[in-house]
């Protein structure tokens, strides 16, 4: 499964950075993919940076989400295509809080 789960995430940040049409004022990175044993989910975890602006990134994704699953499923070779659901990762907002509370001490 390991092996599935780093194919959909390769295969999905290469479809929103270059066919997605993402707006320029998000970088949005996929950093981890959970796909459902059956292969009828995903669930993808994003990093949307400015971090302002992570929420309504996540929004975009959701509003345009049939839109990137087609592309999606144009290039990835599975059984059947997971439906994708997208999860806001803070885990780097989080890291750079830390860095910069240290940095304050």
């Given amino acids: 499964m390991l092996h ?3 194919r959909i995430q390769q295969v999905l940040a290469e479809v929103l950075s ?3 049409e993402i707006p320029a004022e998000y970088f949005i990175s996929v950093t981890k993919v959970n ?5 009828r989910n995903a669930f993808v975890s994003v990093s949307i940076f400015p971090f302002a602006k992570a929420k309504e990134g996540l929004e975009y994704l959701n509003k345009h989400k049939r839109f990137i699953q087609g592309l ?10 997971p439906v994708i659901e997208y999860r806001l990762d803070e885990s780097e907002q ?12």
């Avoid at 796909?35 to 292969?39: I, K, M, R, T, Y």
């Avoid at 499923?73 to 295509?81: A, P, S, V």
């Avoid at 989080?94 to 001490?105: K, P, S």
Wanted: glycine share 4%; hydrophobic share 40%.
């Fill in 94 to 105: 989080t890291a750079d809080e830390i860095y910069q509370i240290i940095d304050h001490l």
């Fill in 35 to 39: 796909c459902a044993p059956n292969l």
């Fill in 4 to 6: 599935v789960n780093e």
């Fill in 18 to 20: 270059k066919e997605a």
């Fill in 72 to 81: 999606f499923g144009e290039h990835i070779n599975l059984k059947f295509t």
